[in-house]
């Protein structure tokens, strides 16, 4: 039996085995809601899935006709999914304490995935679902590209920024905040100076979650949809932008893996991006 969680601990849940799958997902909806460049389930029995506190801490978002997400209502964590027809629950890998006895399968919906980000493992990739699932994928729209402005949204389309300049760096952190928080293998985080952003719509949407015991790690989220949005921090003069609610290309890439001390025993570092066991020098 796995024990998940999310970042402020509000939100628990457990999923036993036998787990019959583990897979990377990289479509728009799953990288809005998480933040990050893709999303790692861990699939099981529905009989196994338990909720272990308060159901009514779990926001919900209906995404799809028969896909229903949910999130902390507090820090903004995706939690797992029950998929009755199918008689699985999925949940996020990286809430998931302990030896999981399972690694990643494969990749689905590169199709859509993000043009920033590039796989470099050997796991098979499909296009959209693996063979065999008999589901549609959803229509999502596509956003054309403005000259000098980088845009973004959350899952439900509510909250809508912008960003011009050029931006400050771009990192894959691996501390356990941030895959807690983002509920993946890592966070994706675009940083921009703060005088180049601004809400475009929905700002009285986004919530915050402040980590206790951190001097800046804050976790922002659409209170509708859960999904991940940037952000502004006056004290640094910075806006953190999670890369996964990029609608457009911001012309950057990842720079360094930072915290890779702390990653998840499941997931394998591969691409070519320099590795800091912590912060890198300087």
């Known amino acids: 039996m796995a024990r998940g ?29 998480h933040g990050a ?16 506190s308060d159901e009514a801490k779990a926001g919900r978002y209906r995404s799809s006709p028969d896909g229903v997400r949910t999130f902390c209502a507090i820090c903004g964590s995706a939690g797992p999914s029950t998929m009755p027809e199918l008689g699985v629950a999925a949940a996020p890998a990286a809430g998931l304490q302990g030896d999981l006895g ?9 199709g859509s995935k993000a043009p920033w980000y590039t796989i470099t493992d050997a796991l098979p990739q499909h296009d959209a679902y693996p063979p065999g699932v008999g589901a549609q994928p959803v229509p999502r729209p596509v956003i054309t590209p403005r000259a000098g402005i980088t845009e973004g949204s959350c899952l439900c389309g509510g909250i809508g920024y912008e960003v ?4 400050v760096r771009m990192m894959y952190c691996h501390c356990s905040r941030c895959r807690l ?4 293998a890592h966070a994706s985080n675009v940083f921009y100076k703060l005088d180049g952003f601004r809400w475009v719509r929905g700002a009285d949407r986004v919530t915050e979650y402040k980590v206790p015991d951190a001097r800046f790690h804050t976790a922002a989220f659409c209170s509708r949809c859960g999904g991940k949005v940037p952000r502004p921090s006056i004290e640094r003069g910075l806006v953190t932008v999670p890369a996964g609610s990029l609608d457009t290309d911001p012309g950057i890439r990842a720079q ?27």
């Open 5 to 33: 969680r999310c970042l402020c601990g509000a939100l628990n849940y457990e999923l036993g085995g036998p787990f019959d799958a583990m897979i990377h997902c990289h479509c728009s909806m799953c990288r809005k809601h």
């Open 37 to 52: 460049p893709f999303a790692t389930f861990v699939v099981g029995p529905i009989a196994n899935f338990h909720w272990t």
């Open 102 to 110: 399972i690694k990643p399968q494969s990749h689905i919906f590169v």
């Open 164 to 167: 011009t300049g050029t931006p």
């Open 181 to 184: 928080g983002r509920a993946a």
């Open 256 to 282: 360094a893996h930072i915290f890779v001390a702390y990653k998840a025993a499941w997931f394998d570092i591969t691409g070519p991006e320099p590795r800091f066991a912590e912060m890198p020098p300087g």
